[in-house]
């Protein structure tokens, strides 16, 4: 199934509720992002998980995942869960996911008990929906094959007493798998914020950044902070 990119326009936003003293991606498992493969892969459920999110539970059910296919092209895929069992794989492969969300649960206005992780049949862990928040948080997507992103909009907002230099990041070529792969580089650099930020949201956009690029945002400084990240896009 390939998905269009809904009104042209991407919302990406994720959470790291302890970024430390070295640079970390924002997203909820915390650390370096571990999701960006060279090689496309089923992916399941992992194994783990609270009991109750289970296709028969009181907790998560099903889960929709949303990324790109070994084509590079847009696709999703629904799992049922398996409680802390790993589910069965997915019947196609992704070579990035950028997000999860649960679609049905066993209890009306519930949200998935326990801890979600997203991984690889070989375990490399992709996403997380941390319990009781029914979707991942990460601020990181790319470019579909044949599509191009302007970015229009760069925020963050950090605990107020803490400040976090925030960095946004892009890799072309996305799908090089063997040397020279393309430079991670900085394409927004926002040194010592603190409290809510944002740059763009007018007409104008502030980059433009073509098929095939990773796009993510990372944080760091000297103390420990919660920090959210988030950006817009407009496809074409």
Not at 57 to 83: C, H, K, M, P, S
Not at 88 to 107: E, L, N, Q
Not at 213 to 231: E, K, L, P, Y
Request: charged content about 15%; proline content about 3%.
């Amino acid at each position: 199934m390939t998905l269009p990119v809904p009104g042209g326009r991407v919302h990406k936003y994720g959470r790291n509720p302890n970024i430390g003293a070295s640079s970390e991606a924002i997203w909820s498992v915390g650390g370096a992002y571990s999701g960006f493969l060279t090689s496309a892969s089923l992916v399941r459920i992992a194994s783990g998980g609270n009991a109750a999110d289970d296709s028969s539970g009181a907790g998560a059910r099903t889960v929709r995942i949303e990324g790109l296919d070994e084509n590079w092209e847009l696709y999703e895929e629904t799992l049922t869960l398996a409680g802390a069992s790993a589910s069965a794989s997915s019947s196609r492969s992704f070579v990035r996911i950028w997000r999860a969300v649960v679609d049905t649960c066993g209890t009306y206005g519930g949200t998935n008990t326990g801890d979600i992780d997203i991984e690889t049949t070989g375990s490399v862990l992709l996403a997380r929906i941390v319990a009781g928040e029914s979707q991942t948080q990460m601020a990181v997507w790319t470019v579909p094959a044949g599509r191009r992103a302007l970015l229009k909009a760069v925020g963050a907002s950090v605990d107020s007493t803490q400040d976090i230099d925030i960095t946004f990041w892009s890799r072309s070529n996305a799908d090089q798998s063997v040397a020279p792969f393309g430079a991670a580089r900085v394409r927004q650099y926002y040194a010592g914020v603190t409290g809510l930020f944002q740059i763009g949201g007018a007409t104008r956009y502030l980059e433009s950044l073509p098929d095939l690029t990773d796009i993510w945002m990372t944080g760091g400084n000297s103390v420990a902070a919660d920090v959210a990240g988030w950006f817009d896009l407009t496809i074409i």
